[in-house]
């Protein structure tokens, strides 16, 4: 797997920067959405965004967020807003459909009095977030909200206030969806339906090669 640095130096010649996130030039469809959302333009497909990344020639080149991303909690944690920032800015610069790489950004810039950074970084965390709430009601199977990665199913969850608890595969209707149980606020227990599809074609697309 490929060190940050590496993938810093392959930005270098084949992408650009917005701020310090470094963005794709790949020419795909993610490359061109990234492009759209990064200059705030109200006709970003953020869902074209996030299903764009499946194919990416940038999640080809890989980069090992899972690490970052634990170090941007323990610095959001620990009131490091500069550290947040900096974290946020390399998670984002592999996979720009980070949902918490766009929310912790926001709120680091907010506190560092950047608000071009905060208000782009809302944009986009609500643009990506809209696209999958507005995919279904999350009821059922049927009427799932579409998730291209499990993070985002967390995300949703988190935001709405919902304590995970177990998740379970189900296939009906036609679809094959995570079924999320968790606790409210109010203590009682729920589950919301994520239409995996795309996940689950992009699992098999990985078999067959």
């Not at 640095?5 to 996130?21: C, E, N, P, R, T």
């Not at 499946?54 to 090992?64: F, I, Q, T, Y």
């Not at 947040?84 to 949902?99: C, F, N, P």
């Not at 208000?119 to 995919?135: A, K, P, R, T, Y």
């Amino acid at each position: 797997m490929r060190t940050y640095m590496a993938l810093a130096l392959a930005a270098v010649i084949s992408g650009s920067f917005a701020g310090d996130i470094r963005l794709p030039a790949d020419g795909d469809i993610y490359s061109t959405q990234v492009a759209k959302a990064a200059a705030h333009d109200p006709d970003t497909d953020f869902r074209a965004l996030r299903f764009g990344w499946l194919d990416s020639k940038a999640r080809a080149r890989g980069g090992d967020d899972d690490v970052l991303r634990q170090e941007m909690f323990t610095a959001a944690n620990a009131g490091e807003d500069t550290t947040v920032r900096d974290k946020a800015e390399q998670i984002l610069s592999i996979d720009y459909t980070d949902l918490w790489g766009h929310k912790l950004l926001r709120q680091s810039c907010a506190v560092l009095k950047d608000d071009a950074c905060a208000e782009l970084h809302h944009f986009v965390e609500f643009g990506l977030l809209d696209s999958i709430i507005h995919s279904g009601d999350g009821k059922s199977c049927k009427t799932g909200w579409e998730a291209v990665q499990v993070k985002e199913e967390y995300f949703v969850l988190g935001m709405m206030g919902i304590k995970f608890e177990r998740q379970a595969l189900v296939m009906a209707d036609g679809h094959t969806c995570d079924a999320m149980q968790g606790t409210d606020e109010k203590g009682a227990t729920v589950t919301y339906y994520f239409n995996i599809d795309a996940m689950w074609a992009d699992e098999a697309k990985m078999f067959q090669k």
